[in-house]
């Protein structure tokens, strides 16, 4: 499937994975993050359950230096 | 002395507040912020780099969250709704954090807010629960509605972000602070210390400042120069300044007693 990550395309040879499998392929296990799905906030507590389909649209975010 | 700054029922030593953007690296952001003896830091919410760097430390390795009470802002934020967003991401992002730092910027160029979204995005905020420290004009009527609606801070710019032109209507400020029963904070516009202890002098509750310290030739020093500041304006303001004489002078030394 192909999933839109942070505006960019990417693809995946599985067919469907939760959003804790994205986190885990994305090597951002253990980093402070929050991940909206289609413009819905997937709470961390939701990470195991949310399963992603082809064409979710994801934006991945963080906290960086600003004022 | 015991004078707290008191924000949204939590007290804070600081009446300094500062950004962590424009610095060189994370160890001299640490080193500035401690130097200025900020509790509490705004931080901006963006993309994660993906596929990139994964291993390389974050702001956040260097500034935990357990030690500063962290400021989300939408920075770069033009509607209303990117706003809202913004902030619920980083609610979800700080496990449930309330505080936040609303802007809604009307023009690239002059990073003026644009008040009627901000306006409309503080209503929204408000309903949902989070603690809202606006970034206003220095309109005395518009940080009255703020106030309204419900945020528990407003923020007038002293001066264009990231300008340094210090404080440019110290009327519309004073008055702003005279109808406020929320804290009032300068934020935005502070280019060295002199500024900030104007500021705070006004009797503004705090003063917000990023630029002014990162764009500094040596940010530390002028972080421990603005946090000394701070807390002189603060202090004249709660002495009450003699009154000025316009046309009068009047000798410090006894006019009696003179050797004639």
């Known amino acids: 499937m192909q999933l839109i990550i942070n505006g960019k395309p990417k693809t995946f040879d599985l067919a469907s994975f939760s959003v804790a499998h994205l986190v885990s392929v994305l090597a951002l296990e253990g980093k402070r993050l929050a991940i909206e799905c289609n413009g819905e906030i997937v709470p961390r507590s939701q990470f195991a359950e949310k399963r992603l389909m082809d064409g979710d649209k994801l934006e991945v975010v963080g906290a960086v230096g600003g004022g | ?260």
């Not at chain 2, 962290?70 to 979800?92: I, Q, W």
């Not at chain 2, 509605?145 to 923020?155: F, P, T």
């Not at chain 2, 110290?170 to 210390?193: E, F, R």
């Open chain 2, 1 to 260: 002395m015991s004078d707290l700054l008191n924000i949204a029922g939590k007290t804070y030593q600081s009446r300094l507040l500062v950004g962590t953007g424009k610095y060189q690296d994370f160890a001299q952001t640490r080193a500035a912020i401690d130097a200025s003896g900020a509790e509490i830091i705004t931080v901006a919410i963006r993309r994660t780099n993906i596929g990139q760097n994964a291993g390389e430390p974050s702001l956040l390795d260097f500034l935990p969250p357990e030690e500063f009470t962290y400021l989300p802002n939408t920075a770069g934020c033009y509607s209303a709704d990117d706003a809202v967003r913004t902030l619920r991401l980083a609610r979800e992002l700080l496990d449930g954090h309330k505080l936040v730092k609303l802007e809604v910027l009307g023009d690239p160029n002059t990073l003026y807010p644009n008040m009627i979204e901000t306006i409309a995005a503080a209503k929204v905020l408000v309903k949902d629960g989070f603690d809202v420290m606006v970034y206003c004009s220095d309109d005395p009527i518009i940080a009255k509605q703020l106030e309204e609606i419900g945020c528990c801070a407003v923020m007038p710019l002293a001066s264009l972000i990231g300008s340094g032109m210090g404080i440019l209507n110290p009327w519309n400020l004073q008055i702003i602070i005279a109808n406020a029963n929320i804290p009032v904070l300068v934020d935005a516009g502070v280019g060295t210390a002199s500024d900030a202890a104007i500021a705070m002098e006004l009797g503004c509750q705090g003063v917000l400042m990023n630029t002014a310290i990162a764009a500094a030739r040596d940010p530390v020093l002028m972080a421990s120069a603005m946090k000394k500041a701070v807390e002189a304006g603060r202090e004249a303001y709660l002495a009450g300044r003699m009154p000025k004489k316009l046309y009068s002078a009047s000798p410090s030394s006894p006019s009696a007693g003179l050797i004639t």
